[in-house]
C-alpha cells in the first residue's frame, strides 16, 4: 500500500469513528442533502435564547428553519454568493464568507469574506455562547479551520457541525484532530454521495459530514 493510501485509510478511519454516543440525534433541514444532525441530549440540545451561525446556505434555508422551529434560536445565515432581501422569522442574512483573514475581498469571486471571530466581533455576539457552528463552505473549510482553532473562539462553541471535503491527507488530518484537543468528539458521520468519484471503476464519496459536540 502506497503512503497516500496508507494516509487516506487512516483518515477515513478517524472520522467513520464514533467518539461520544449521544441519545438522542435529530435532523434538521432536508432529509437528502443539505439536512444536519444534531445532538438532541440535554447536555448539548440549544436553549433559548440560542445562537445559531449557519456558514454555506445556497438557497436551501431548511436547516435554519427547523433550527428556528425547533429550538426557537436566533440563527444568523452568511453566504457571499447569494443576493437575498427576504426576511424569515429569526434568521438573519448576511452576504459574507468565511475565510482565514478579517477584511478580505476575494476578486475572482467578487466575495466579502472574514474571519469568525471578526464577524463574532461585527454581530456584538462576543461574549455569547454558539450553540451551533455549521459549515458548508465548499473547500474553504481547509483555510477556515486553521484559523478557528488558533482564534480560540472554539471555546464559546458546543457543537459544529461541517462538510469535509476529500480529507485523505496528513495535513488535512492534523486539523480535524486537533478538534480532539479543543474538547470536541465525533458523534455521528455521513458519507455525501452527492460528491462522488470514480477510481478503477470504483465508486467513491470524497465528502463526509461531520458532526462534533464539546464535552
Not at 478517524?14 to 440535554?42: A, F, P
Not at 464559546?156 to 496528513?170: A, F, K, M, R
Request: charged share 30%; hydrophobic share 35%; aromatic share 14%.
Amino acid at each position: 500500500m502506497r503512503a497516500d493510501e496508507i494516509e487516506q485509510f487512516m483518515s477515513l478511519r478517524y472520522l467513520t469513528s464514533i467518539q461520544m454516543h449521544c441519545k438522542e440525534i435529530i435532523r434538521l433541514g432536508n432529509i437528502k442533502d443539505g439536512g444536519w444532525e444534531v445532538c438532541n441530549d440535554i447536555r448539548f440540545r440549544p436553549r433559548h435564547p440560542c445562537l445559531v451561525y449557519s456558514f454555506g446556505i445556497n438557497w436551501d434555508w431548511g436547516f435554519d428553519e427547523d433550527v428556528v422551529k425547533t429550538y426557537d434560536c436566533e440563527v444568523h445565515s452568511f453566504d457571499p454568493s447569494m443576493t437575498y432581501s427576504g426576511k424569515r422569522p429569526n434568521i438573519h442574512f448576511h452576504r459574507i464568507g468565511l475565510i482565514n483573514k478579517r477584511n478580505l475581498y476575494d476578486f475572482k469571486r467578487k466575495w466579502n469574506m472574514t474571519t469568525l471571530d471578526d464577524i463574532r466581533t461585527i454581530l456584538d455576539n462576543g461574549a455569547r455562547k454558539i450553540d451551533i457552528l455549521k459549515i458548508d463552505i465548499e473547500w474553504d473549510e481547509w483555510i477556515v479551520l486553521p484559523n478557528i482553532i488558533k482564534s480560540g473562539v472554539l471555546k464559546y462553541v458546543t457543537q459544529i457541525l461541517i462538510e469535509l471535503h476529500s480529507p485523505g491527507n496528513l495535513e488535512r488530518m492534523k486539523t480535524v484532530r486537533s478538534l480532539y484537543s479543543e474538547g470536541f468528539r465525533i458523534f455521528w458521520y455521513h458519507r455525501n454521495h452527492f460528491c462522488r468519484r470514480n477510481k478503477a471503476y470504483i465508486e467513491y464519496s470524497i465528502c463526509f459530514e461531520v458532526c462534533f459536540v464539546r464535552i
